[in-house]
């Protein structure tokens, strides 16, 4: 029977990894901004085929910072204070992003809507490039003391495994989004989407296969005992291969559905590879965060597991309803808010 702790693991897992599925395509949408919205119409089309959903998927990022911090209080003091510069960079980037929807809109110059487009591009960049930077780093271990202190710096968060992690969550985005995009627009948007799906899907399996890699040789994935993957890893890449298929035969909702597999498989496979440590230390193995040692009393995870169970629900009902009432495909002559 699973333990408290290791129910809280798995569904900060789950949490984030609907943050990654859901934001990940909104992520990847405003990276394509600058490349596929060449005309004013165009970017205000990118952006509005995101604009009902960005805001409510950020909810699942804020909710699993919140489950971390309440159940694991020692992971979220090691990992914020390890990673303080990047996070900061991380919050600065969501904020701006942000205020650049609201305002992009409000004039009509040309100069301040290209210069809110630049913040859009810029925000939707950094986050999944320092969030691969992070995961990729907790794979790898970085230096944790015997008291759960951080004592390293920022230059020790980069090295070239980090970098690949890094670029690898962010093509990976890219192709989401693009094909997030085929089940959005029309006409010759759509026919670039899907080109730019195309691309990006060959990129996306060349960083991906140098990352796993670089995992062999700097991580001990491959060789830590006591779990086992099995098929979850595989069916991340027999679903990442076959995204070129279906974009090729122009089936762009399975396609969408292949990518979100390949983003749920892969992110259950690092946390599982984790398990039971939430942080590896490359100084001493023993003196890694842990399931038990970076939790609560048991009392709060009960309370908390109990909230959790009651509240869950409602939001995945709120966003399923959101996602039927906004699936329509956007056309030119649609009112845009954005």
Do not use: C
């Amino acid at each position: 029977m699973m333990t408290l702790n290791a129910v809280w693991f798995v569904l900060i897992a789950i949490l984030f990894s609907g943050f990654f599925l859901l934001e990940g395509f909104d992520f990847g949408v405003g990276i394509l901004l600058p490349m596929l919205g060449k005309k004013d119409e165009d970017r205000r089309l990118l952006i509005n085929s995101i604009g009902p959903f960005w805001d409510a998927n950020e909810v699942w990022f804020l909710t699993a910072g919140g489950a971390m911090f309440a159940a694991f209080p020692n992971w979220y003091a090691t990992l914020f204070s390890g990673f303080y510069l990047a996070l900061f960079l991380l919050l600065v980037a969501l904020i701006g992003r942000g205020v650049a929807f609201e305002f992009r809109s409000k004039l009509g110059t040309p100069r301040w809507r290209k210069t809110w487009d630049w913040v859009i591009f810029a925000g939707s960049l950094l986050p999944p490039l320092l969030l691969g930077v992070a995961l990729a780093n907790m794979m790898k271990g970085v230096p944790i003391d015997s008291h759960m202190n951080y004592v390293g710096n920022f230059f020790n968060l980069i090295s070239t495994y980090s970098v690949v992690g890094g670029l690898s969550m962010v093509v990976l985005f890219v192709l989401h989004g693009a094909i997030f995009l085929t089940l959005r627009t029309t006409g010759d948007l759509r026919e670039k989407a899907r080109n730019a799906a195309v691309y990006a899907g060959e990129l996306t399996t060349a960083v991906l296969i140098i990352f796993i890699v670089l995992s062999y040789f700097d991580t001990d994935m491959f060789s830590k005992a006591g779990i086992d993957p099995g098929a979850v890893p595989i069916l991340a890449g027999l679903a990442l291969l076959s995204v070129r298929f279906f974009i090729k035969s122009k089936r762009d909702g399975w396609a969408f559905v292949m990518t979100a597999l390949t983003i749920i498989f892969s992110s259950a496979t690092v946390f599982m590879d984790l398990f039971p440590r939430v942080m590896v230390s490359s100084l001493n193995k023993h003196w890694s965060l842990t399931v038990y040692n970076a939790a609560s009393n048991p009392y709060s995870l009960k309370v908390m597991t109990i909230v959790a169970v009651s509240v869950v629900p409602i939001v995945l009902a709120y966003q399923a309803w959101s996602y039927w009432v906004f699936r329509k495909r956007l056309q030119p002559t649609d009112h845009m808010d954005y």
